[in-house]
Structures are given as structure tokens and as C-alpha cells.
């Protein structure tokens, strides 16, 4: 059986201590987290830098977009071949706009698909929580064992946390 | 594309030279004692070798000039003959007169990380000189308003015979007043210091320009404001400027052209130049005279990214016209395509755009080229060869037009491609050598990064630890 | 410029979530009194879709008058949204914070009604799904992508869900804040809306990240909408005054100039309203003015760009146009208008700092500037159109019917209908960006005094 | 695939003996009654949304007592490239195989964008639903559609008569003879100053029309390559050249 623990902090730099805390009680890396109401520096609570992917996302999307583009531009033309204006039957040039556009919007979609997933959101059991963590409090949270619940909540309480909640 | 590079080993320790596309480290702070004993240093460090460069290049300007007057005095009366010589003012102007808007731009955007590139770019303007004096062959030899009792189309519409050779005259005089303006506006605090520092006749030289400065507020805040209006004078002229060439010296010599975004496209591939002469007078700073210490990856990561801006400005603005020509087609945007792309400089054509917006485009997209010295470097440089060969595909082009056919309503018959002559050439190596060597010769005066700036930068700039990891603290002040 | 001020972020929420925990009095009967105007508009849309274009003053050859004046006005207006949220996220400009969100709900509500114009001001509008929806229909013909009115909806459609996501990726954490603040069924609505948002490393990365990602992934969309909108005038060489290279960086930049200054009334009016002066700061009319100083001038060199060369052919349809434009009744009229209300005026009001701190008068200089620039707009296509070519025989000019003007100040009500229902159940302003601004702010010490300074990662 | 002008097998056209021209209005008269054109009552007029597919535009040439009037009949001058057909997002216009620029009224929603693009402004938008008074209903030509409103119409050469003579050659085995097939402003124009038939047969009287020393097309510069042309004025006081354009 495993079981969250969240402690609760006023100041960050509690948090952060609570967060070496946990490294030294020999938790690993990516069981415990910090929970904050705003961004903060990256690595400033000494937490593990998150690793991402989300560069692939807008490059592979770019590349659906221009192909469909470029099929549903180009197959139409050569299928209703109706010339208009003397303008040749494949204009390169007009299907540029059309191309581009639909290149960017499957970028824009892909990257938004990209910063959901990235973000492993929806998150649908959102697992312990406070909200007076969007009001400032910094919260820090581990999911562990429940033997070794106890040697969390020592470590989170060592570093000063103003509250313990348990999941 | 985004600025963010993925983090790896934020307290690795490695040094970033070694690895630069990873985490680089914070630069470290400068004491203002050493960046002033050692920036003063470099006016003089390196002497001979760069003595040696400055003699090449004085030789090469010198034959450049001599070719000339053979030129002019046997080539005189054939307009076609002087397309590459526009060319190569055009070519000349837009590299070295864009770059001092990244020095105009930075400032009064207050951002820090132009500060120590601001001298450099400044100094860049100087080359306004050589192309006022190359350009006074071109302007004697421009085809007049009336030919034949016909006017042609110009921007001057009904005005004298002689517009477009006054107002190119002032417009160029007034660049090089406002150029001179703007590096002395930046320099007085650096005269100041080698009043202080230097020896022997810059000493007296300093203590000259200086003009009793000692730094009290007063003087910074006049200095700020002189550096404000001569920034906005320098920007408005160099606009002005590329307004009139581009217009008299390439469109309105081409019956038929009427393309009114030309002179912003002009002026945006000029600053798209002018980036890229920053970086590699940059990067040659750093490399030959030792100022690792001052040029950090913020400063090229920086011009990186507005480089890679510009160059996709530059197809936009490219598009932007040609879609209209080639959609519209009537006689005089046929025209346009069939002369000045398809024409006879279509290859031409197809080598600029690949130099100034293909290549660079998939190059400096990678986050990992712009964190790196040579990789942006590289970027500028095929940036540089690009906007070259464009401008010779159109002031060439442009040159070339009989002068019996200037008022038609539009070009029917396309003059064949003109090649440059071994007289062309020496004229526009010349060219480039006088550039080169007036900001070398500008840069044993006064230190290639401007020493207050540099000071001023380390001053605002403060590499922190904030909680568990380090942050660089960047000053806004009013 | 930065003033460092200490707010914590209890008070931040109950402030900026007054708009949805703590609906202030004056909302409902706003949104009551403009609903009715809106049910207005779409019933006489309704009646004129019903009756058929002859309610309207067009003629021949003023083919587009003041729908399509319109519909290139709110195309123009979204471009603020990116401006300030794309443009200045990649340059890290500090003041951009409180004004993003409602910049990018300009965009998606300006672009929704935009939209509109098109549609209603076709002969046939029910069978305009033909071109909106590029599959193949019963009459077995796809559309013509070679035509600018195909570019049109594609570009549009595509900044129009482009906006929408982005609004909603940097909603995600206000939404989250909203779900720890409510109950009952609005808790239950933000709790599905903020997938299960609890603000870890990881996910503030990801909106940073993401953030910069998306704002350089919709900049080149920003450039090429409004480029092609001014396309579909450009590429007729038919009409002398349209068929200039300039139009669409030209567009653009008045599309900018119009924009911001929208926003600058929308943040007058939110300060006002809301009551948010300690989030919304002179300092950031200060700022947004010297961007639009900046960007005014820019506009104001490309408008004589675009005049300078309009002339430079000599051609005789042209200067007739550019005659009846400039210095015919009532076209003269309205040239002088144009003129100073959109430059003259609001830029030299804004070239004092006294006035670009006092929230007042930019409300009204910025009000001055979407004058301008619709007039900009209705100056460009009319006159062009009813001066076309030798061939043009009527030379009465265009007269707007009184349904167009209505439907004109209906689309301005129909804006402000969309944003108020939206700001009942989310935040204007991002109140996590708020937030970071505290967290990022610091200050250096230098001798006495201490310089503002802001935390810029290591990266 | 259109083919290109000299490949097609026909390819009509029209040519305009300006000098021929009284101004009569015969063929304006004609072409309403035959293509339907709904009824320009004053309001229309007063509207500037007053329809004729064909115009005859009048001039004045000089100044009082030395001025003569001048007529030059305008009709849609079937462009090769036109700038009215690649605008239209539902190709409602196109450019069909025998060289026509055909209006399909199915197709079209109304954008008015083709209008825009016609530098001739030979183009209509339908304002209103047309009406006929009740003693009209009858005269409608059955052969051609009565347009709703909300599309664009404008001269199509007499479609109907085209196909009707193109189907008879059809049937036996037999190119279109010229002259055979006429459009209602060229039957109705009584001095013969309006000739259609088939640029395509060298033997056409189009064709030996079109080799005129007078031959001019309108707004050349704008390169739409029309398939109408005309031919100048003849001014016993002036050498004959193109005074119009």
C-alpha cells in the first residue's frame, strides 16, 4: 500500500530544506515533489530539473500539417483541373499560403497536445492536496510506503512544516 | 525558436567552453579596474599583427581608388558599366550602416546584454565615408530626370533635373554627421579614460574629446539624452538614406518598377546585415584580441535570435511583394518577375535567396548553433554573402537598362547579363578593405568594446545564488 | 520604471477573483442592456440575410463597403493579443504580465466577430459553407485554393484556434487556483477545466517552456493573417489603389497600432471596473505608449510609403483616386480625421510623460487611434473601389445605409458582451504571472540605493 | 484542362468595329430581352445598380462647337487571364474550354470579389430579387436561367445559342460554321459593328477582322489578353490609331 504525505511550508526556504530532508532519509528522486502557487527558479527548491520533450511535438506537427496541406491542395487542383485566370493548374504560389497556415495550426495543436501530455495532465486522482497552496503556501509532497510513512513525516515536520496531511 | 534549451547537470561545474551547447555557466563579474587597464590594452595589444593586416588592407583600398580613376576615365559614359560598383555601395551601406540600430535598439530598450557590443556596432557607422566617396562616381553618372524631353518616373516627380544627385548627397552627409555624432555621444566617458590611462599622444587626444568629463550625474544624464537623439537622428537618416537608394539608385532606373515596399525591404535586409557584421567583427574581437573574458554566448545567443528574426522578415517581406506581382500580373508585374528573378540574374537570384534566408533559416533555427560562438558565426557570414548577391541582382539589373528606354511605361526587352570586369572587382575589394580598415584603424583609438558599458553591464549584473541554484540578477534601472 | 512592491499572493486572489467569486454590482445589468443590443444586430442581420443585400448602400462598382471596413478593423484589433503576449513573453518584457490574458481574449473574441462580417455581408451566405469548409459538397467541386477569399478563412481559422489553446495552456494554472477557491458546481466545472493542475516543477516548466514555444509558434501566424487579409486587396491590379507591394507589412503594423491601443482602452476600463489599481499601474500605460509611440511612427512611414508610390506610377485612374481620397468632400473630411486621430493627436499626447501616466486621457487617446485606424481601413477600400478604372461610369460615391452603421457599433457591443460573460467565470488577468513577477523580483544594491532588478535563470 | 487558345477547337470572340458604332442601343436592347436581365427601374439607376451586360459608353471628344461624340460598346471582354476568375473561392467563374469566362450561378455565394477584380466593371451583383411586372412573366427566354438574388451575372457571349449551335454541328459531324452562330447584340446591332465567331478558324470573319491595322484591346497594360477587340475609330481629320484604352 502506498500513501502521500504532503507537508505544508510558509517559507520556501523550509521547503527546500524539507526537500533535502527527504534525499538524505534516502527517498529517491522522483517520489517526492514540490507543490507551488507560482513558478519558481528552476532547481531552487535543489529539486530534480524536469526532463521534457516538448520540442519534438511542434516539429512533428508541422510535418502532418504541411503533408495534408499539400494533399488536400494539391489532389483537389489535379482532380477539378478548372483554370482561372491563366494561372497554372498547380499554383506553387497560392498553395504556399494554404500550406503554411495548415502547417502552423497542426504545430500549434500538436504543441498544446505536447504541453498537456508533457505536464502529465489530466491528472485525473489528483492525489493530496491544500488549496491554500495556491495562496502562497509551499507544499511538499512524497508518495512512499506506509512504513516508511513515518520517516517522511519525521523528515518534513524536521524541517519545519506548519501542517501534515495525509492521503 | 524558443529560448529555453533543455537543462542538463545544472551544478555540473564543467566548463562551458567545453560544452556549449549545454548548461553554459554564469559569466563571471569584471572589477572595473581591469576591464579599464585591459580594454585600454587592447588599442594597443597585438600591434604588428594587426599593423601587418592594416597595410593589406590599406594596399588593397589603395589599388581600389587607383582602379577607379582608370575606370571613370575610361569607362565613363557607360551607365551599365557602373552596376556593380552600386552594387557595391549598396552592398557596403546596408551591412555596415544596419548594424549600429542593434547598438541604438539595445539601449533604449535598456537591455544589458547589448552593452558590451554597443561600441562595436557603433563604430560600424563610420563606413557611411566610403560609401559617400564611392558613391560620388555613381551620382555624376546617374541618368537624368529628362531624357529626351521625357521624364522619367522617379520620387521626384516634377522637381529639378538634379534631385536625386543633391538629395543623395545630403542624405549621405547627414548620415556621416549623425555616425560620428552617435560613436562620439557613446565615447566621451571612454576618451575620459584614456585621458586617465593612455600614453603619449592618445592621452592628449582623449584629454582633448573628453571635454572635462569626470562623471558626475549631470554629465551621464546629458550623455544618456545625447545618446538618445543621436541614436533616433542616426535611425531616421539611415532609413531616409535607404529610401533614396534604393529608389534612385535601383527602382526608378527600371521602367515599370513600382514597388513600394522596396525601400523596407531594403532597409530590413540592411539591419539583417548589419547583424550579421556584428557578430563576425565580434567574433574576431574575441578570437584575436583575447576578450573572452567580456563577449560571452549572451551576446551571440542574443543577435542569434534577432538574426534568425530578421531572416524570416526577410522572406516576408520578400513574399510580400512577389505575391503581388505574380498574382496580379499585368504588364509591369510581369515585368518585375521576368527581369529581376527569372531574368537574366536568375541564378543570381536563387544563390541570395539561399545565402540570405534558406540556409540561415535552418541553420540558426537550431538552439544549439545560436549557444555556440563559430555557429553563429558561420550563420552571419552566409547571411553577408547573400545580401551581396542580392544587391548585385538589383542594382546590377538596374544599371543596366538602356537609358533610351528609362521613360517606357514598362521593360519589354531585357538587357542581357553583365558580368563584373577585373576592374569591378579590384573596385569592390578595395571597397570592403577601406571598410575594414577604417574600423580596424577607428579601434587602435578607441577600445573595440566601449569601457564604461562594459563596466556599467558588470555593475547592473549580478550572478546570485537564489535557494539551491544560481540565478543571474539583471538591474532595471529608470 | 519597475516600481518593487510586495504583494502576497493572498491578496493577489482576492482581488483579481473578484470578477468570479465576488461579481461586482454593475455587471449584470451591463451584460443585460448589451445583450438586448446584441439580440438586436442578429435580428436585423437576420432581416437582411432575409431580404437580400439591397438593405445595404453598396453599388457598383463599391462592391465592399462597410462590412468588410469592419471586418478588416477586428482582424486588425486581434493582432493586439499576440503583440503583447507572443512579442513581449519572447523579449521578457516585465510589464507585459497583467495584460496578457485580456490581450489574448481580445484576439479570440475580435477574431470570432471578425469573422461574422464576411459571412453576413455575402449574397448567399447559407451556401457559404462551401468555402469555409474546404470538402467536397454535393456539386462536386472543391474549393479554389488559388483564391485570396480561401486563403482568408484558412489563415483566420487558424489564429482563431491557435489563440483559443494558448488562452486556454495559460488559463491552466488560474484555473486551478479558481477550483481551490470555489464550490459547488462552479468547483466542479474549474476542476475539469484545470485537469487536475497542482503546479509541481514539472507542469511550471511545461507553461514556461510551453509558453515561449506556442508565443514563437503564433508570431508568424500573427504575420501572415493580417498579410492576408490585405492580400485580398493586393493582388487586384484591377484596383489602382490596392495593388501596392506595401499592403501587407503595412497592414500588419497598423493592425499592431489599432491592437495596442484597444488593449490600453480594455486596461483602462479594467482598472476602472474591476478596480485593479494595484495590479494594472500607470507604468504600464507608460510602457505600452512607448511601444506605441514606436509603432505609430512605423505605421505613419508606411502610410507615406504607400501614398509616395501609390502616385510614383502617374498613372491617370490613380491620381484621380488619390484626389478624391485626400481632397474631395467629404473624403478630405475624413482624411484630415484620419490623420489626427490616428497619429497626430494620441502621439503627441503620448510624447508627454504626464500623459502617459494618467490613465484618463490614454483611455481617450487610445480611443482616438481606433478611430483612425478604422477610417485607415474604410479610406482604403471605398475610394479604391469607386475610382477604379477609366471604365468607372457612376461616380456617386458610397453611401453606408443606416443598417450598416448599426451593425458596425452592434459588432463593438458584441465584443464587450463576450468579454464581460467571460469575465464572470475566469480571471482577466493571469494571476499566476502576477505571482512570478513577485517571485522573480529582486532588487541590487548599488552604494544607497537599490536598483530594481529582475532574476533571469541561468539557461 | 483548358487547353491553350490555339489548341482548343473553339475559341470565340468578338470583334467591335468602333467606327461602325452610332450608338444605337440596339444591342443593349437585344441583350436584355435575350439573357433576362432584370428591369432597371429608376431606383436602380439612382442606387448605381442599374444591370446591362453590354453598355454602350459615350465620349465627348473636344471642346464646344468642335466635339464630337464618340460610342464604344463594352461587354465582358472574356479575358484569358482574368482577374475576375482565380479571386472566386467557389470557381463560379472560370475559364472554360472554348475560351469563354463562364458564370455557373449554382456556385456562386456572392462575395462580389470577381466584380472587384474587373478592371471593365462588366460585372453585377444581383441587390434585390428580380421582378418582371405580370405581363412579362411570358417574354422570359427559357433557355437561360433567371438569376436569384445574392450572385453575379454578366455578359456569357449567349451561352445558350453558343451550345444550341455547337450541339447541331455535333449532331452532324461538322465544325460550327462561321456565322452560324451569333450572339443577340450582334444579330440586333444594325451596322454590323459587333462580329462574333471563332478566333480559332482562320477563315472566320473575326479572324480577318481581328488583322485590321485598327485592332486595339482595352487596358492592355493590365496584360488580361481579352477575346474581344476592337477596332479604332476612323478620323478622316486624325490618323487612324487607338484612341481608346
Keep these: ?167 | 525558436m524558443a529560448s529555453e534549451a533543455v537543462h542538463s547537470g545544472a551544478h555540473s561545474g564543467v566548463h562551458a567552453e567545453a560544452h556549449e551547447e549545454a548548461h553554459h555557466e554564469l559569466p563571471a563579474r569584471v572589477e572595473p579596474d581591469v576591464t579599464t587597464s585591459e580594454l585600454i590594452a587592447t588599442t594597443e595589444a597585438n600591434a604588428t599583427g594587426v599593423r601587418n593586416w592594416m597595410w593589406i588592407l590599406g594596399a588593397l583600398t589603395l589599388v581600389g581608388i587607383v582602379v577607379a580613376f582608370v575606370k571613370v576615365l575610361i569607362e565613363w559614359s557607360d551607365q551599365d558599366e557602373w552596376g556593380y560598383t552600386a552594387a557595391m555601395v549598396a552592398f557596403l551601406f546596408s551591412a555596415f550602416g544596419g548594424a549600429p540600430l542593434v547598438a541604438i535598439a539595445g539601449t533604449l530598450a535598456k537591455g544589458n546584454w547589448v552593452r558590451p557590443i554597443a561600441r562595436f556596432a557603433a563604430l560600424c557607422s563610420l563606413v557611411s565615408i566610403i560609401c559617400t566617396i564611392w558613391m560620388i562616381p555613381l551620382i555624376l553618372n546617374l541618368p537624368m530626370l529628362v531624357v529626351d524631353g521625357a521624364r522619367r518616373r522617379s520620387i521626384w516627380f516634377e522637381g529639378p533635373d538634379v534631385s536625386p544627385h543633391i538629395w543623395a548627397l545630403v542624405a549621405m552627409i547627414t548620415l556621416i554627421i549623425s555616425a560620428l555624432g552617435l560613436i562620439y555621444a557613446y565615447a566621451i566617458p571612454d576618451f575620459a579614460a584614456m585621458r586617465d590611462h593612455s600614453t603619449g599622444w592618445k592621452q592628449r587626444f582623449g584629454a582633448w574629446l573628453a571635454r572635462g568629463w569626470i562623471g558626475t550625474t549631470v554629465q551621464w544624464r546629458t550623455m544618456r539624452m545625447r545618446i538618445g537623439m543621436m541614436g533616433t537622428l542616426y535611425f531616421f537618416t539611415f532609413v531616409f538614406v535607404h529610401f533614396i537608394i534604393s529608389t534612385d539608385f535601383a527602382m526608378s532606373l527600371v521602367p515599370g518598377w513600382r514597388d513600394a515596399i522596396f525601400p523596407m525591404y531594403h532597409a530590413i535586409s540592411s539591419i539583417q546585415a548589419g547583424l550579421a557584421v556584428t557578430v563576425i567583427g565580434l567574433w574576431a574581437a574575441r578570437k584575436y584580441l583575447g576578450l573572452e573574458k567580456y563577449l560571452h554566448l549572451d551576446q551571440f545567443w542574443s543577435i542569434g535570435r534577432l538574426m534568425f528574426a530578421f531572416t524570416l522578415l526577410w522572406g516576408y517581406f520578400f513574399i510580400s511583394a512577389f505575391i503581388v506581382f505574380w498574382y496580379g500580373r499585368s504588364g509591369s508585374d510581369q515585368m518585375w518577375i521576368d527581369y529581376l528573378i527569372l531574368g537574366p540574374y536568375f541564378w543570381v537570384f536563387i544563390l541570395a535567396m539561399l545565402f540570405i534566408w534558406f540556409t540561415p533559416w535552418w541553420w540558426l533555427i537550431w538552439n544549439r548553433v545560436r549557444r555556440s560562438y563559430n555557429g553563429t558565426a558561420i550563420g552571419a557570414g552566409l547571411i553577408l554573402l547573400g545580401v551581396f548577391l542580392d544587391r548585385v541582382r538589383l542594382y546590377v539589373a538596374a544599371w543596366t537598362v538602356p537609358e533610351d528606354r528609362i521613360h517606357e511605361r514598362f521593360l519589354t526587352e531585357y538587357p542581357s547579363t553583365v558580368y563584373p570586369d577585373v576592374m569591378d572587382i579590384f573596385i569592390m575589394v578595395g571597397a570592403l578593405a577601406g571598410s575594414i580598415l577604417l574600423i580596424l584603424a577607428a579601434t587602435r583609438v578607441l577600445p573595440i568594446l566601449s569601457i564604461w558599458d562594459v563596466q556599467q553591464f558588470n555593475l547592473l549584473y549580478r550572478p546570485v545564488e537564489y535557494m539551491k541554484t544560481k540565478v543571474s540578477l539583471i538591474g532595471k534601472p529608470d | 520604471m519597475q516600481q518593487r512592491r510586495t504583494i502576497d499572493q493572498i491578496h493577489t486572489n482576492r482581488v483579481l477573483l473578484n470578477g468570479q467569486l465576488d461579481t461586482p454590482k454593475w455587471w449584470a445589468p451591463t451584460v443585460i442592456v448589451l445583450g438586448i443590443i446584441v439580440a438586436i444586430g442578429f435580428f436585423l442581420i437576420g432581416i437582411m440575410v432575409n431580404k437580400g443585400l439591397g438593405v445595404t448602400g453598396l453599388s457598383r462598382p463599391v462592391y465592399w463597403g462597410l462590412f468588410i471596413t469592419t471586418f478588416v478593423f477586428w482582424v486588425g484589433i486581434s493582432h493586439a493579443g499576440i503583440m503583447i503576449s507572443a512579442i513581449l513573453r519572447l523579449s521578457q518584457a516585465e510589464w507585459r504580465r497583467p495584460v496578457t490574458r485580456a490581450a489574448e481574449l481580445l484576439t479570440v473574441f475580435s477574431l470570432l466577430t471578425a469573422l461574422l462580417f464576411p459571412l453576413m455581408h455575402a449574397g448567399r451566405p447559407w451556401r457559404i459553407i462551401y468555402f469555409i469548409l474546404p470538402y467536397d459538397f454535393a456539386r462536386g467541386i472543391m474549393p479554389n485554393v488559388r483564391s485570396p477569399l480561401i486563403w482568408d478563412p484558412v489563415a483566420i481559422s487558424t489564429y482563431l484556434t491557435g489563440s483559443t489553446l494558448f488562452l486556454y495552456i495559460a488559463l491552466l494554472p488560474d484555473l486551478g487556483n479558481l477550483r481551490d477557491r470555489t464550490t459547488g458546481w462552479q468547483n466542479a466545472l474549474y476542476t475539469i477545466l484545470a485537469l487536475g493542475w497542482r503546479g509541481n516543477p514539472r507542469q511550471w516548466k511545461l507553461q514556461t517552456v510551453g509558453g515561449i514555444l506556442l508565443s514563437a509558434l503564433m508570431l508568424p501566424i500573427f504575420v501572415s493573417v493580417h498579410s492576408i487579409v490585405s492580400w485580398d486587396f493586393a493582388v487586384t491590379p484591377a484596383v489602382e489603389g490596392w495593388h501596392s507591394t506595401i499592403f501587407a507589412p503595412y497592414f500588419v503594423i497598423g493592425a499592431v497600432h489599432s491592437g495596442v491601443s484597444a488593449v490600453v482602452t480594455m486596461m483602462a476600463l479594467m482598472r476602472w471596473l474591476w478596480k485593479w489599481e494595484d495590479f494594472i499601474r500607470p507604468e504600464h500605460f507608460d510602457a505600452l505608449a512607448r511601444l506605441l509611440i514606436v509603432v505609430a511612427t512605423g505605421w505613419l512611414a508606411f502610410t507615406f510609403l504607400e501614398l509616395l508610390f501609390a502616385v510614383y506610377g502617374l498613372d491617370a485612374p490613380e491620381l484621380e483616386l488619390r484626389d478624391m481620397q485626400i481632397f474631395q468632400w467629404p473624403w478630405n473630411l475624413l482624411f484630415v480625421t484620419f490623420l489626427f486621430t490616428g497619429y497626430i493627436i494620441p502621439v503627441g499626447m503620448w510624447l508627454q510623460k504626464s500623459v502617459r501616466n494618467n490613465i484618463a486621457l490614454m483611455f481617450w487617446s487610445s480611443l482616438f487611434v481606433n478611430i483612425g485606424m478604422w477610417l485607415e481601413r474604410f479610406m482604403i477600400i471605398v475610394p479604391g473601389l469607386a475610382r477604379k478604372t477609366p471604365f468607372v461610369y457612376t461616380w456617386e460615391a458610397y453611401r453606408p445605409s443606416g443598417l450598416e452603421w448599426f451593425i458596425l457599433f452592434w459588432s463593438l457591443a458584441w465584443v464587450t458582451f463576450l468579454m464581460l460573460l467571460f469575465s464572470r467565470f475566469f480571471p482577466l488577468v493571469p494571476l499566476f504571472e502576477q505571482k512570478e513577477s513577485q517571485t522573480f523580483g529582486d532588487s541590487i544594491k548599488i552604494g544607497r540605493v537599490r536598483v530594481p532588478a529582475i532574476v533571469r535563470e541561468a539557461d | 484542362m483548358t487547353l491553350q487558345r490555339e489548341k482548343r477547337q473553339y475559341s470565340w470572340g468578338m470583334v467591335v468595329d468602333v467606327d461602325k458604332c452610332t450608338g444605337c442601343q440596339a444591342c443593349v436592347l437585344a441583350c436584355q430581352a435575350e439573357n433576362n436581365v432584370p428591369l432597371n427601374l429608376q431606383d436602380r439607376f439612382e442606387r448605381a445598380r442599374a444591370m446591362s451586360w453590354i453598355r454602350v459608353e459615350r465620349y465627348w471628344e473636344g471642346e464646344f462647337p468642335d466635339i464630337k461624340a464618340r460610342f464604344i460598346p463594352i461587354m465582358c471582354q472574356h479575358c484569358e487571364n482574368a482577374p475576375c476568375e482565380p479571386v472566386c473561392p467557389v470557381f463560379a467563374t472560370y475559364h472554360n474550354n472554348e475560351g469563354l469566362n463562364v458564370q455557373v450561378y449554382n456556385r456562386c455565394v456572392g462575395t462580389r470579389y470577381c466584380a472587384n477584380g474587373c478592371p471593365y466593371i462588366v460585372r453585377f451583383f444581383n441587390y434585390w430579387e428580380p421582378v418582371w411586372p405580370e405581363a412579362f412573366r411570358n417574354h422570359l427566354n427559357p433557355d437561360v436561367t433567371v438569376r436569384s438574388r445574392g450572385i453575379m451575372e454578366k455578359c456569357s457571349f449567349c451561352i445558350q445559342r453558343i451550345r444550341r449551335g455547337v450541339r447541331n454541328a455535333e449532331r452532324e459531324n461538322r465544325n460550327v460554321v462561321d456565322g452560324e452562330i451569333q450572339t443577340a447584340c450582334t444579330q440586333a446591332c444594325p451596322t454590323d459593328a459587333l462580329v462574333f465567331g471563332n478566333f480559332n478558324d482562320e477563315d472566320s470573319k473575326v479572324s480577318k477582322m481581328r488583322k485590321d491595322d485598327r485592332h486595339y484591346t482595352l487596358l492592355p497594360h493590365l496584360a488580361t489578353d481579352p477575346n474581344v477587340v476592337y477596332l479604332a475609330k476612323i478620323d478622316p481629320d486624325r490618323s487612324a490609331g487607338a484612341s481608346h484604352g
Aim: charged fraction near 15%.
Design chain 1, 1 to 167: 500500500m502506498s500513501k502521500s504525505v504532503l507537508g505544508l511550508y510558509n517559507d520556501p526556504n523550509q521547503a527546500a530544506d524539507a526537500m533535502d530532508a527527504l534525499k538524505n532519509a534516502g527517498f529517491a528522486q522522483g517520489t517526492f515533489d514540490v507543490l507551488t502557487g507560482t513558478p519558481y527558479p528552476e532547481g531552487a527548491f535543489g529539486e530534480h530539473v524536469p526532463q521534457h520533450r516538448l520540442f519534438r511535438f511542434p516539429a512533428f506537427g508541422a510535418i502532418i500539417g504541411f503533408t495534408l496541406a499539400l494533399f488536400l491542395t494539391a489532389a483537389t487542383q489535379i482532380a477539378y483541373p478548372l483554370v482561372t485566370g491563366g494561372k497554372p493548374i498547380l499554383s506553387l504560389f497560392a498553395m504556399l499560403v494554404i500550406l503554411y497556415e495548415m502547417s502552423m495550426l497542426s504545430a500549434v495543436i500538436s504543441t498544446v497536445v505536447g504541453i498537456v501530455i508533457e505536464s502529465r495532465l489530466p491528472n485525473v486522482n489528483q492525489g493530496v492536496y491544500d488549496n491554500r497552496i495556491t495562496e502562497g503556501l509551499i507544499g511538499v509532497v512524497i508518495t512512499t510506503d506506509d512504513d516508511k510513512a513515518d520517516t517522511a513525516i519525521d523528515a518534513l515536520n524536521g524541517a519545519g512544516a506548519m501542517e501534515i496531511k495525509q492521503a
